[in-house]
């Protein structure tokens, strides 16, 4: 699967390849259906998908459709995805304001393109990266990851791009690197709250370097099919699924790699309440608030129940082994 750049700069997916986004409107049928007796379908993931396609009335062009598995153990669930609607107009990207509907109205402003990322610090080959390269750098594919906000809620959303590792490996670490920083675009012209005392800016978020080389962490280039929403972290994003939602820096420009613990801009600004680790867990609370319940963006009417919220947001399976022996009250 890959997301193209046509003549004019533009940045557009190769829909072919890609589930179009009509495929999410229409998920919320394909859900029911598979309540109702396509079950044992259902724990097969996006084989079954297809198959449901198959099924499901007025979409037979999903039928078609085969660029859409993951073959990364755990890198899709069947939970409900997120209207694109919600998961494009309800964002935190403080570089354009500090309301949840900020980011969807001021992100216009970024200029995605040409975009370069630079590649330094502990590696035997550093280099500048033009985004169109990066994007073809590996093969794309559809992954269905939960994203759990600290501040209590969350979304589930069908992320392209493909695992960090196989940038890393390209680039070949240093025996000394430690760690990974990546570093995002900190523009006063096109930012409008980069002048703000919120944050340290430029937004630098971290990774340990068995973090970043764990095949879940995703190098982020679109979601539903499409490239990413500026509002999302276009046109480069990290997404790291088990951990709070802030350690997914958008817009990335620099991925240093270093001996050391990067400072990243929650921790500076708060240490005692956002560590550098920050993987989800319903067992330690936020000074201010419990981290044990989640609220569904798309869910929040009346009668809607909060969710428990998962260790590791639903992935200990796969990431749980990544931190044995480590106390995580400590390293929160
Ligand atoms: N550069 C930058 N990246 C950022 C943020 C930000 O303010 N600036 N907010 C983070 C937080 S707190 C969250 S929850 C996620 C939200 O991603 P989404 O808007 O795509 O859901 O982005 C993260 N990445
Ligand atoms: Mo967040």
Known sequence: MLIKTRDDGFIHPVSSEITPQRVYDGRRDLMKLMATGAAGVALAGWASRDALAQAAPGSGKLAALKGGKSAVAGAVT?????EFKDASTYNNYY????????PAKNAHT????????????????????GIEDLMKLS???????????VEGW????PWVGYSLAELIKRVEPQPGAKFIEFVTLADPKTMPFVGSRVLD???VEGLRMDEAMHPLTLLTFGMYGEVLPNQNGAPVRIVVPWKYGFKSGKSIVKIRFTDKEPATAWNKAAA???GFYSNVNPNVDHPRWSQATERRIGEDGLFAKKRKTLPFNGYEAQVGQLYAGMDLKKNY
């Open 154 to 157: 969350s979304m589930v959303i």
């Open 95 to 102: 570089e354009f304001g500090t309301d949840k509907a900020d």
């Open 201 to 203: 800016w430029p937004y």
């Open 110 to 129: 970024l200029k995605t393109a040409p975009w370069t990322v630079e590649v330094e610090g502990l590696v035997k080959k550093p280099g500048k990266y």
């Open 272 to 274: 005692n309440e956002y």
């Open 139 to 149: 093969a794309q594919e559809e992954r269905i990851y939960r994203l759990r906000c």
């Open 78 to 82: 069947m939970e409900k995805v997120t």
